[in-house]
């Protein structure tokens, strides 16, 4: 069973439209985020939500909208899709709230190409 | 701020080699500390972790001790096959409060030579 899954693995799109990814865990899992994974490999943070609040949100511009339904799913919806937004997205769950050591279980990865 | 340095790769080594990856760290409180492995074409998997001083995090031949005095957690595998060829991230998450984000350093390209 795959415990946080991505749709779709690949997403080849041009610049100006709108697209969203998806993402779900089945781990029971409070936590969910979303990482940008540039070209160079360097990752880094851009949204996380605790059952369903938005508690980070790392200076990411505002066409990238996350959303969270419930606990087990965090969308990424990105409007006016740029040349600069062609990425590795990766969604990550963690554990319940206050229990450590908050490692976090990543999903398969979105690459996401803007033409 | 939090912040994660780690060597700068690539790393090229041959099969049964001795692979040392550095991972220093800046952090206030008392973080949990982690390697992540991220093989080609695939997401991120944990590979080790440890949660306070002097730990000891161990998997798959890999090692890495959280040491606080050096504020460092080096990755180590004694032996390494040419199946360890991938990315390694090293990275930090702070306890407590509702911040649970994890802080990566860059990656280090792991390529394992037959």
């Known amino acids: 069973d795959t415990a946080v899954s991505q749709t779709p693995k690949y997403l080849v799109t041009q610049m100006g439209n709108d697209k969203s990814i998806k993402c779900e865990q089945n781990?029971?899992?409070?936590?969910m985020y979303w990482y940008k994974q540039d070209s160079k490999k360097f990752l880094k943070i851009m949204f996380s939500?605790?059952?369903?609040?938005?508690?980070i949100n790392e200076t990411v511009p505002n066409r990238f909208s996350p959303k969270s339904p419930d606990k087990a799913h965090l969308n990424l919806h990105i409007n006016s899709l740029e040349l600069g937004d062609s990425a590795v997205y990766f969604c990550?769950?963690?554990?319940?709230?206050?229990?450590?050591?908050?490692?976090?279980?990543f999903g398969p990865g979105t690459r996401l190409t803007v033409t | 701020g939090n912040s994660v340095t780690q060597m700068e790769g690539p790393v090229t080594l041959s099969e049964e080699a001795f692979l040392t990856i550095n991972c220093t760290y800046t952090?206030?409180?008392?973080?949990?500390l982690f390697w992540y492995v991220q093989y080609p074409g695939e997401g991120l998997q944990l590979l080790l972790k440890?949660?306070?001083?002097?730990d000891k995090g161990s998997n798959k031949g890999f090692e890495a001790t959280y040491r606080k005095e050096t504020t460092s957690f080096h990755l180590e595998k004694g032996s390494v096959q040419v199946s360890d060829s991938a990315v390694y991230f090293c990275?930090?998450?702070?306890?407590?409060?509702?911040?649970?984000?994890?802080?990566f350093g860059k990656g280090t390209l792991l390529t394992v030579n037959p």
């Open positions: 939500y605790n059952n369903k609040e938005l508690i």
């Open positions: 990275a930090l998450s702070d306890h407590g409060g509702s911040n649970y984000k994890l802080t």
């Open positions: 781990l029971g899992h409070d936590t």
């Open positions: 440890a949660t306070k001083a002097d």
């Open positions: 990550a769950s963690s554990a319940p709230s206050g229990r450590a050591p908050y490692e976090q279980y």
């Open positions: 952090a206030t409180g008392y973080p949990s």
